[in-house]
């Protein structure tokens, strides 16, 4: 039975949860994306479609832009193509390849939204759900690194509180050690290009992930590439130890005030090193003024 993919498999297999929205990262880089409207919500539209280099068309009357969307259009210049005006009809969707508005006018958005579905264009209509092909979500950015947190339209703010909470458990340097790797990555597909290595390599990239730390990591050299990739032909992967030598036992001045100033990256409070020597000289000044306190009683 299991063989033929049926009932026993049930538990041996992710569950299916109906519901949700399909979390992509979409590459818009070189697309054209439309932009309807100048208030706060569309700087907040700008700055994602820009994160993702497409090139944006901004359409909304001057006498609207709320100051973070003058800033980008006449001081940062990021908008690719500005046009100082209401939204006129059907014909200024011609050619886009993704639509957003962010407008004060409910039935406006509506039609825009009834537009670009008829010219199977994918629209968000920030004021109303139902007429959005896609949502946004509350987002985090780490140089390659992005998490994007969706409750799928149920609580927006929510979606924020909970991006701060993720937001502190990532370690500082992740981006830069994603970085890395990448660069890691590339050179080793120029030293075993074939396509018939494509297991060896994953199998390798992922030792080589899981050997050195996200610390590691983010400081590896060039010099260090060279002595990890030494090691692809007899399939081995050598630790951040063995590659930087009695260099990698001495702690970093910054690592070490870290660990006594820094601080735990999901509840916030002290490292235990702060925390214990407070707690050591807290706990000391008690004692001796009980002690003291009961000398002078007697
Ligand atoms: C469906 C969605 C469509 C879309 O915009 O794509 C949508 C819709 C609506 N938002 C509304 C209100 C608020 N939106 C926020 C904040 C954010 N809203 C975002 C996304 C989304 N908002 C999409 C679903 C995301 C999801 O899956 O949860 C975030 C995550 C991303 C972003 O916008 O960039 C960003 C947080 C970014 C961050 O800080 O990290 C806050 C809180 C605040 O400002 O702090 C409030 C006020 C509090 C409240 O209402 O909860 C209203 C008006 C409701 C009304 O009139 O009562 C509607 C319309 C409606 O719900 O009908
Ligand atoms: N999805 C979300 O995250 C959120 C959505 N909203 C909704 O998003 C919408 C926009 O919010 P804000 O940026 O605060 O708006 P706002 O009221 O500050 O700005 C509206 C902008 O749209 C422009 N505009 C109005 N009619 C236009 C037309 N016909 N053609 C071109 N431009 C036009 C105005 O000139 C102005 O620049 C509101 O309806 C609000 O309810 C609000 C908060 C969060």
């Given amino acids: 039975m299991a063989e033929n993919g049926s009932r026993a498999d049930n538990g041996k297999y992710q569950p299916i949860c109906k519901g949700g929205g399909l979390l992509l990262a979409w590459q818009l880089k070189g697309k054209r994306v439309l932009l309807v409207g100048g208030g706060p919500v569309a700087a907040g539209r700008l700055v994602n479609v820009k994160d993702a280099d497409a090139h944006l068309t901004v359409l909304a009357p001057r006498s609207g832009l709320c100051s973070e969307m003058k800033f980008r259009i006449f001081e940062q210049k990021v908008v690719d193509a500005y046009e100082d005006r209401l939204f006129e009809g059907d014909s200024d969707l011609a050619g886009f390849d993704m639509v957003l508005t962010a407008i004060d006018d409910a039935d406006l958005s509506r039609r825009i939204c009834q537009m670009c579905r008829a010219r199977r264009i994918p629209v968000n209509v920030a004021d109303v759900p139902p007429e959005c092909d896609f949502y946004f979500g509350s987002l985090i950015r780490r140089g390659p690194l992005q998490v994007l947190v969706s409750t799928g339209g149920k609580g927006p703010r929510i979606a924020a509180q909970t991006r701060r909470i993720i937001e502190r458990a990532i370690p500082e340097n992740l981006g ?94 002290c490292t235990p090193w702060l925390g214990g020597i407070g707690g050591f000289v807290l706990g000391a000044a008690v004692a001796s003024a009980i002690l003291l306190t009961r000398k002078t009683a007697r």
């Fill in 176 to 269: 830069e050690a994603i970085e890395r790797v990448g660069v890691l990555r590339a050179l080793l597909r120029k030293q075993a290009p074939e396509q018939k290595v494509g297991a060896r390599r994953m199998a390798w990239m992922i030792d080589v992930c899981e050997t050195w730390s996200f610390d590691e990591l983010a400081n590896m050299t060039e010099a260090d590439m060279r002595a990890i990739l030494a090691g692809w032909e007899k399939g081995t992967v050598p630790s951040a130890r063995r590659v930087r030598g009695i260099k990698h036992m001495v702690p970093r001045a910054e690592d070490v005030r870290k660990r006594i100033t820094g601080r735990c990256p999901v509840a916030g409070y």
